[in-house]
């Protein structure tokens, strides 16, 4: 079974700038997550679909983060423009259903920088 | 400050040695889960326990949760080099729909061999 796909793996752009990030999921797997994961913490839950509808954004900032999974598959990460404080590893996940107990699947992430 | 809180923050063991992460969060939750991440790496979930649980075991792992002290250890016995990695406890809260999980900071646990 092929695991969570995500592109780019590094980026580096400068501050101001825009960039996105693609997440495959797992085939099947109806919920998809995106967290930022800022060096030595712990990931933080930005985003949260399930199918191509939002169930969870209150940690996404609005102003400059957006996201969306038009076919209810394949998501997309977008932030315009980009602060230093962005830089971080982005993690795409994925759960078979979104009940109370279900394992996530992370991908390898997308390392950002902004210099 | 975090759900779920690691300690120790760093944990340096030998090879065959058991090694014990602990985790302390705050609010009521459904369930505790563990991860592991290796070092530029996404997150591999390791294990599950519910929160009418007391005691899970998944080959050398053995986790406890202990909900009226709000706290959980996950212990890897006969520790190997390969275990080297962040470990990170995840709560799903009670009263959050959904399937949210809450993140701690993590355990670096390095295995020397």
């Known amino acids: 079974e092929a695991g969570v796909a995500q592109s780019p793996r590094y980026k580096i752009i400068e501050k101001r700038q825009s960039v996105a990030f693609w997440c495959n999921p797992i085939?099947?797997?109806?919920?998809l997550y995106w967290y930022q994961q800022i060096l030595g913490q712990g990931p933080k839950l930005l985003i949260q679909?399930?199918?191509?509808?939002?169930?969870?954004d209150s940690q996404l900032p609005k102003d400059r983060f957006s996201a969306e999974r038009l076919k209810g598959v394949d998501s997309t990460l977008k932030i315009q423009p980009a602060k230093l404080e962005d830089s971080a590893v982005y993690l795409c996940?994925?759960?078979?259903?979104?009940?109370?107990?279900?394992?996530?699947?992370f991908g390898p992430g997308t390392r950002l920088t902004v210099l | 400050s975090q759900q779920g809180e690691e300690d120790p923050q760093a944990l340096s063991i030998q090879e065959g040695e058991n090694a014990t992460m602990n985790c302390s969060y705050k609010t009521s939750i459904n369930n505790l889960q563990w991860y592991r991440q290796n070092s530029g790496r996404g997150l591999v979930h390791l294990i599950l326990i519910r929160s009418n649980e007391r005691e899970k075991h998944s080959g050398r792992l053995r986790v406890t949760l202990d909900t009226s002290k709000k706290s959980s250890s996950l212990l890897i016995t006969a520790s190997r080099a390969a275990d080297t990695a962040s470990y990170f406890c995840a709560t799903g809260p009670r009263k959050t729909s959904g399937s949210r999980l809450t993140f701690g900071e993590g355990t670096q646990l390095t295995v020397n061999p």
């Open positions: 679909f399930q199918n191509n509808g939002v169930v969870d």
């Open positions: 996940a994925s759960s078979g259903g979104a009940g109370l107990y279900n394992e996530q699947f």
């Open positions: 085939s099947g797997h109806a919920t």
